[in-house]
């Protein structure tokens, strides 16, 4: 565990933080999990922002935008997230069907569940939508 913390998230007595030097899981007050780049799948350590739809928490990152922690213990990355993409801090929520995330500079990201693919708008898309109808 860091002493930097930047997002946290619970699921019942397991909390969830997110700090400078990676992801730990606490159970009550006992640190059960720490994820690092060193030893897991984890992309990057900063963890910027939490967010938990269904059984699997989506964690945010400052360089390695988006990775998913499944109930399983297992990180798994998205392939339509390639690149260097800053999470901004807490700057994440999920609902049944999405996560949405804001980015430092890609606009917000929009996660959809059941198609499993990420999406991008950007201040001048979301007027533009706004405007048509």
């Given amino acids: 565990m860091n002493n930097h913390v930047y997002a946290l998230a619970s699921d019942g007595a397991r909390t969830l933080a997110g700090t400078l030097g990676g992801l730990s899981i606490l159970d009550g007050s006992v640190v059960r999990a720490s994820f690092t780049t060193a030893n897991s ?51 994440m929520v999920a609902t049944t069907n999405a996560v949405y995330a804001g980015t430092l500079d890609r606009g917000l990201a929009v996660y959809n569940i059941p198609s499993g693919r990420w999406t991008f708008f950007h201040g001048r898309s979301a007027v533009a939508q706004r405007h048509r109808g």
């Fill in 41 to 91: 799948a984890l992309k990057h350590n900063w963890i910027t922002a939490i967010a938990q739809a269904g059984n699997n928490f989506y964690v945010g990152t400052y360089g390695a935008g988006v990775l998913r922690l499944t109930n399983r213990g297992v990180w798994e990355t998205f392939e339509d997230l390639r690149g260097t993409i800053e999470i901004n801090g807490n700057a």
